[in-house]
């Protein structure tokens, strides 16, 4: 048995980490320290926490380390950025095995990552699937130490050691994309990448930078803007690219919700899609087919990832898994997003 901190009581509400660190004017983290026996907090510290604590009446209590029947889905922040797609495909899934399936978010700038990952540990899951995760390397193999088996969705920062990894072909994605807007003739095309240090941003920027070169077309530094994966950051990439003295005649979002922000700069600056400007996505999430043109975007299957990360749980958990691995392939989806130049 293992011991874990419980929800206490005060004038008839329940009072959770949150609410001890608010009184004792402390972080959530340093309460879990606290509450958990651990030595590198402050002795001062240490004393305010606890006597929050014995005021409020709080106790521990006792956990089984029983494996549940549960998977924990562990992301940044759940939203349509493929959180739910990938979210109703691991539900399915895990019902074919009489698993249950949870959430966990780490924040977006991974500022809950410390609680969270111990809720997760203590409650000792069937295992941990990680999407667009912010979870180093250091809590993920707490999580293995515990014999927790963690698969990671498109890992953002190359294949983390020790973990199981399913991906796309991000670099064929876009390899795609360049393919189709130059075989309409494009020739200046903007693109609008996500952040730096995503792995599956870069490898969508070389797919389609090999697919210029294919068609003898360069793209200049200035049609080049990068941003988190949300529609807010495509809004305002797109309107610097619109606003250049040439702008572009065609736009590649690395990601759908990206390309919603597009859409949005191109109406304000008086553009019709495609007629205007050619526009195409990465994902194919839900709105992509009812935007209004429908949106050209690559399509990632998320039912299939879902698919794999069950399984390569279930098969870890049986002592029968043989890829630690695996690379799913793409597609691009034509809808009316995108054609020929003017002129």
Partial sequence: MTTSSAPVRANGRRLRVTDIARLAGTSQSTVSKVINGRADVAEDTRRRVQAVLDEVGFRKKLVTTKVSNRIEFVTRVFDANGSFPLLQGLLHWARQESLDVGITELGREGEYAADAITHVIDGNPYGVVMQLSSASEKDRGALRSRGIPVVVIDPVNGNPSGDLTVSIDNWTGGLLAARHLTGLGHTRIGIIAGPESALSSTARIAGFEQGLREAGVTMPDE??????????????????????????????????????????????????????????????????????PGLTTVNQSFDDMARKAI??????????????????????????????PRG
């Fill in 223 to 292: 049609l080049r803007r990068s941003g988190d994966f949300d529609a807010t950051e495509g809004y305002r990439t797109a309107n610097e690219l619109l606003t250049l003295n040439d702008p572009p005649t065609a736009m590649f979002a690395l990601n759908d919700l990206m390309a919603v922000g597009v859409y949005k700069a191109a109406a304000e600056h008086g553009l019709r899609i495609p007629d205007d400007l050619s526009v195409v996505g990465f994902d194919d999430i839900f709105p992509a087919a009812y935007l209004g």
């Fill in 311 to 340: 399984d390569m749980i279930v098969r870890t958990r049986r002592g029968t898994l043989t890829d630690t691995s695996v690379v799913l392939p793409v597609r691009l989806t034509v809808r009316q997003s995108t054609t020929a």
